[in-house]
Antibody, heavy 121, light 107 residues
Framework: QVQLVQSGAEVRNPGASVKVSCKAS????????MHWVRQAPGQGLEWMGI????????NYAQKFQGRVTMTRDTSTSTVYMELSSLRSDDTAIYYC??????????????WGQGTLVTVSS | DVRMTQSPSSLSASVGDRVTITCRAS??????LTWYQQKPGRAPKLLIY???SLQSGVPPRFSGSGSRTDFTLTISSLQPEDFAIYYC?????????FGGGTKVEVK
């Protein structure tokens, strides 16, 4: 069965960076795009960007351009999301979500369990 | 960016009620519209894609309709496990964007 297992909670000081991992299993890792979506406490969902696990190609939301880097390791079927220059408003749960490009765009059929990133001094 | 507006932001309903949630896009998105359900402490769950296609394993009491800018999620007979927050999401263009959510609460 498809599973996306994320790394554990992180606490960072403002200005630091954080790297969250998402290990995929149960399907061909390189065949389906992976997205990152975040959710601030008590708030809605925000798309951060997408990575193509086959070739490493990325597309980031303009809001995060210059601060986010998404990478993958095909040998371990893992994608990573690194966010730098952290601010307090980056405190959120970060989800990886599998979502292929279908005839009607992307939709997310499997999600990781989420990783809470807390930014606080 | 395509702005997605959901209404209402919250509603109170009883088991057995018919519930309707609307989602409006700021521009034409054809049928590039997805609905998710999220329960507290859990990741969102895919319900409906392509505006009206039911995801495998989702009960048929959930249905979606609409196209272009106006969309609806309907729960025909609300069950106890359906109390949750519902989000719409467009994938017509990047950045992919979500509605603000509709919380379905017990009346």
């Amino acid at each position: 069965q498809v599973q996306l297992v994320q790394s554990g909670a992180e606490v960072r000081n403002p200005g630091a960076s954080v790297k969250v991992s998402c290990k995929a299993s149960g399907y061909t890792f390189t065949s389906i795009y992976m997205h990152w979506v975040r959710q601030a406490p008590g708030q809605g969902l925000e798309w951060m960007g997408i990575i193509n696990p086959n070739n490493g190609g990325t597309n980031y939301a303009q809001k995060f351009q210059g601060r986010v880097t998404m990478t993958r390791d095909t040998s371990t079927s893992t994608v990573y999301m690194e966010l730098s220059s952290l601010r307090s408003d980056d405190t959120a749960i970060y989800y990886c979500a599998r979502g292929d490009l279908m005839s009607t765009g992307y939709y997310f059929d499997y999600w990781g369990q989420g990783t809470l990133v807390t930014v606080s001094s | 960016d395509v702005r997605m507006t959901q209404s209402p932001s919250s509603l109170s309903a009883s088991v057995g009620d018919r519930v309707t949630i609307t989602c409006r896009a700021s521009q034409n998105i054809d049928n590039y519209l997805t609905w998710y359900q999220q329960k507290p402490g859990r990741a969102p769950k895919l319900l409906i894609y392509a505006a009206s296609s039911l995801q495998s394993g989702v009960p048929p009491r959930f249905s979606g309709s609409g196209s272009r800018t106006d969309f609806t999620l309907t729960i025909s007979s609300l069950q106890p496990e359906d109390f949750a927050i519902y989000y719409c999401q467009q994938s017509f263009s990047t950045p992919l964007t979500f509605g603000g959510g509709t919380k379905v609460e017990v009346k």
